[in-house]
């Protein structure tokens, strides 16, 4: 038995040579172990075609311009991308690397955080990159330069040429139109430019185009293609938790889902009136908080989103229109929440923070003002259920009303997947509700809304107690 004899898809099997040798019996692995020369051995550690399933390969069944890789968490797609990356290096003197943001670059695909899978994890010693972080790019012991690039930054993607590109997460990106624009026009250096793309599928209009296009290769792949390789508590929570759900098919089984029936929201309408940056002007901004009850691993999250009012794109004053301008939600600290959230109304330059206190009351506003005294601030009561608050919102969506600016993936995920009466309330939704709600409202009441019976967000806390996570 021989290396050659274990590599991937030897004999039409789906196994890596690694998975193969794993099933033979132990006096078997020892014979083929010892058969290796010290040479040999050393080169196993870092051959990717050993280790690799097939369909992390590059495929060879024909020519491609854009090889789109849509895998479920945990499949194996940054070792893909930084596998590729590292075999086009060794030919090609231009392979660039695009990211979500700057630091998905840095932390996930050149550096790592101890995954092996980044590309200076990857690489043997002797043919790893020095990273000049100061110049955003890697450089080659053979010469080759690769630059790296945000999404987040679409601009400095005009004028720089590309040979062989990596882009990671397209679903993630902030502005990915723009963004994948201005790398198509630099992909036209040398005799075959192609790029491979490593994401989780969300039904966005570009994947969805690049999915029909017929230069583009697809490589589907789930979670448990990779589950020998996961750990058993990714498995138990994350796996168990999703499988089955509308979420999990995506996630987990990398379905390109496309809009759910009955939502209120849905990602084609939304992305059909997607921006690039507000307008010049805008006449009010607006902090929306939807507070977690609790604080721990399993708590929900803190709901935090920034949503300004101005005049229509064109320019038009009235009706005004509603402009989605950032997302700082995520599971944090009563204390990390608030630094958060006062930092979203400094940084926008906002007019107000707008809370839920349901559960917390007044001490919503004492964590806030914990952080910061000087904002403006109101308290609001949800006392009903969420689709009288929320239909009104969907409402000025249908009417071309709200625009986000940007991709909010998480936010996005959460709104398209809202079915009044029968999905949980989302925290980011909620926050996103608050926010236009309050830039509608001109009478500047309290907002009460109603069902015929009182709804408690956390049914076993008492009318008069207060989560014990929030007291500082």
Not at 61 to 83: C, H, I, Q, Y
Not at 281 to 295: E, H, I, K, M, Q
Not at 452 to 464: M, Q, T, V, Y
Request: hydrophobic letters at 40%.
């Amino acid at each position: 038995m021989t290396m050659k004899s274990m590599t991937p898809g030897t004999g039409g099997s789906q196994l890596s040579g690694a998975e193969m040798l794993d099933a033979l019996s132990s006096e078997q692995r020892r014979k083929w172990f010892a058969s290796l020369s010290d040479d040999e051995a050393e080169a196993l550690l870092h051959d990717w075609e050993f280790w690799a399933r097939p369909k992390q390969l590059e495929p060879t069944d024909r020519p491609w311009v854009n090889w789109l890789v849509m895998a479920g968490r945990g499949f194996g797609k940054t070792r893909v991308g930084s596998e590729q990356v590292r075999k086009w290096v060794k030919d090609f003197p231009i392979v660039n690397l695009i990211g979500p943001t700057a630091s998905d670059v840095r932390d996930v695909m050149v550096e790592g955080i101890g995954a092996g899978s980044a590309v200076m994890e990857v690489c043997r010693r002797d043919e790893r990159p020095v990273y000049q972080k100061s110049h955003r790019r890697l450089v080659w012991p053979n010469g080759a330069i690769s630059l790296l690039f945000s999404a987040e930054e679409p601009e400095r993607l005009r004028g720089p040429q590309h040979m062989k590109v990596w882009s990671d997460e397209l679903a993630a990106w902030k502005y990915p139109d723009e963004a994948w624009e201005q790398m198509e026009f630099g992909l036209r250096l040398g005799p075959n430019p192609q790029v491979v793309i490593t994401t989780t599928p969300k039904p966005t209009r570009l994947i969805k185009s690049l999915a029909a296009s017929e230069e583009t290769f697809i490589t589907h792949g789930s979670t448990y293609d990779n589950q020998a390789n996961l750990a058993k508590k990714f498995y138990e929570k994350i796996i168990r938790k999703y499988e089955g759900t509308r979420l999990g098919r995506q996630e987990l089984m990398a379905e390109l889902l496309d809009d759910r029936p009955g939502a209120l929201w849905t990602l084609k309408a939304i992305d059909a009136d997607r921006m690039r940056q507000c307008p010049p002007f805008l006449t009010r901004v607006v902090v929306g908080v939807d507070p977690a009850v609790t604080s721990g691993d399993d708590s929900a999250e803190w709901g935090i989103v920034v949503v300004g009012m101005g005049p229509s794109p064109n320019g038009q004053v009235w009706p005004p229109h509603f402009y989605v301008m950032d997302d700082l939600s995520g599971k944090f600290s009563p204390n990390e929440a608030a630094k958060r959230a006062v930092h979203g109304y400094q940084a926008h330059q906002a007019d107000r923070i707008v809370a839920e206190v349901n559960n917390g009351g007044d001490l919503v506003e004492a964590v806030l003002r914990n952080v910061d005294h000087s904002f403006a601030y109101k308290a609001v009561h949800a006392s009903r259920g969420k689709l009288t608050r929320a239909e009104p919102i969907a409402a000025l969506y249908e009417q071309r009303r709200v625009h986000h600016v940007g991709a909010f993936g998480v936010l996005e995920d959460q709104i398209c997947d809202y079915i009044p009466l029968v999905s949980k309330s989302p925290d980011r939704m909620d926050a996103l509700v608050w926010a236009l709600t309050a830039l509608t409202d001109d009478n500047e009441e309290e907002v009460i809304l109603e069902y015929d019976e009182l709804h408690r967000i956390s049914p076993e806390l008492d009318a008069d107690d207060l989560p014990d996570s929030w007291l500082m």
